[in-house]
């Protein structure tokens, strides 16, 4: 098993139904041998995860430019019941950033008074 890439932003790489990949540079923290990455419920990733579970993750800088090797991984939805241990994963790698973030999103959400889950948590893993 290749370990996953331990950098303060991957490149997460997911997959259109017809194949083609499409990288984005996200925050992923360490959760025992998997990563927890946190993003918006809307975004283009999440939708294409709902068809597939193939990853792949690389170590990469905030603009995206890939940094070392890529790793095949699975992504699967982090279920409720275990948002709070993977939330403290964020926190404990990102700290500041990553609280005031969050609270800046949810004030935000609230003032738009959109329904429903602003964002979705994701644990990914090397099979």
Known sequence: MTPLPRSEYVSLTTFRRTGVPVATPVWAAPD???LVVWTRADSGKVKRLRH??????APCDVRGRVLGPAVEATAEFV????HPGALAALRHAYGLRFTLGNAISRAWHRALRRAG???ELLRISAP
């Open 32 to 34: 025992g041998d998997s």
């Open 52 to 57: 597939t579970s193939r990853v792949t993750v």
């Open 117 to 119: 889950e602003r964002h």
């Open 79 to 82: 279920p409720p019941p275990d």
